[in-house]
């Protein structure tokens, strides 16, 4: 089927034409975005002699936000690989791998999808422990698809094994580019901790906030929560949890039953700029992730100063290398241990913030558009060489 709906690309011009398809505005993935955003721009940054840059919105063919799962399946499935096939260019980038069957429509010759993670499918395989198995039918149906593409960027080498693992795709077919991390993250130095937690309404003006973010199901907020716990009834410090993301935090039914109401504050940052503030303004970041396929909180925190404790699941290790304090996932008593030292040992904290910022100003944007350009004209060699 997918072959019958291809249509060859527009050539403006000589010059190398790349377009990104960006999922749905009405997705609302922050993540998706700010990868697209920072991929994008960095891409233009560069781009004088090495392209030209585009990127298309799929636009929701009945207006509005989604209207139930039906019909949205029916925009996402079949409106926007008709909308795809359209805006082809020369380069083609699927800068979301869960869109992958727009593969129905472009030419996988020219075709490159960023895979980001795949943990619906190692979930149901049984590859992440304390997930529940079931059958993600739709992840399973695009999936099918990144083996048709030319060549797929892996975010990091742990999303690559996975895909060679999980999807059968070749390893010849997969590039490790790192994701990058905008240089908005950063210390402010010249505003306190007090400061930025009157200014964003947060308590202990004196104690210490440990950060936690995400409502996904694998992040392992449960574990989170009972460390929040264990600190709190087995050491005299003063400990509140910050959760990122969450607005109604205190009405999750496991801090009702741990009696943490009063000390579980959710907070919805509004711009880039505010999650820096909440960055500075914490002592820790707290992520006991079960499984990711990049990771970026943790760099984020590392970024503005903040200690990071964290799993070592899946890419984590890769990504925070021996900057941060790692355990396992579920191994509650560990991560108490760990920032218990990072709340109280002032050496071993001003020794993991400087490996921190160290370690987060290796990855940038810049780095990761070089990457990808090296990718799009390898392509275009690549197309060049085989007939049509």
């Known amino acids: 089927m997918h072959k019958l709906l291809i249509k060859e690309p527009e050539f403006i011009d000589d010059l190398l034409t790349v377009n990104l398809y960006l999922d749905f505005e009405e997705d609302a993935r922050r993540s998706m975005e700010v990868y697209a955003n920072g991929l994008f721009e960095a891409l233009r940054a560069t781009s004088p002699s090495r392209g030209r840059v585009e990127q298309y919105r799929p636009k929701y063919p009945f207006g509005g936000k989604w209207i139930n799962p039906w019909i949205d399946r029916m925009a996402r499935y079949c409106s926007y690989p008709l909308q795809a096939r359209r805006h082809q260019r020369a380069i083609n980038h699927i800068i979301d791998h869960g869109y992958a069957h727009l593969l129905m429509a472009l030419d996988p010759r020219r075709t490159?999808?960023?895979?980001?993670?795949?943990?619906?499918?190692?979930?149901?395989?049984?590859?992440?422990?304390?997930?529940?198995?079931?059958r993600p039918l739709l992840s399973e149906f695009s999936g099918r698809f990144l083996r048709k593409a030319l060549w797929l960027i892996a975010v990091s080498q742990q999303t690559k094994t996975d895909l060679i693992e999980l999807c059968s795709v070749p390893d010849y077919k997969i590039r490790v580019i790192p994701q990058g991390l905008s240089r908005e993250f950063r210390v402010l130095a010249k505003t306190s901790k007090a400061e930025l937690r009157h200014r964003l309404g947060l308590q202990p003006k004196d104690g210490f906030l440990i950060l936690i973010t995400g409502r996904q199901f694998y992040k392992n907020n449960e574990t989170s929560l009972r460390v929040l716990h264990e600190l709190r009834r087995n050491s005299n410090l003063d400990c509140r949890l910050l959760w990122l993301g969450n607005r109604l935090a205190e009405q999750h039914p496991e801090v009702r039953q741990l009696g943490l109401d009063s000390v579980v504050t959710g907070i919805e940052p509004k711009d880039t700029e505010s999650l820096v503030e909440i960055y500075n303004a914490v002592d820790c970041l707290l992520f006991p992730s079960l499984y990711e396929g990049f990771g970026w909180p943790p760099l984020e925190a590392m970024a503005c100063g903040t200690p990071v404790v964290c799993s070592n699941a899946a890419s984590l290790p890769e990504v925070v290398g021996d900057a941060a304090h790692v355990a396992e996932p579920k191994d509650a008593e560990a991560f108490v241990a760990h920032i218990m030292t990072v709340l109280t040992n002032e050496a071993i904290r001003t020794s993991f913030i400087e490996k921190g910022l160290a370690r987060a100003s290796q990855f940038s944007w810049t780095k990761h558009a070089d990457a990808v350009w090296a990718v799009y004209h390898d392509m275009q060699a690549s197309v060049r060489r085989v007939p049509t």
């Open 112 to 134: 490159v999808i960023t895979v980001h993670d795949l943990i619906p499918i190692a979930a149901n395989r049984g590859k992440i422990p304390g997930l529940r198995r079931y």
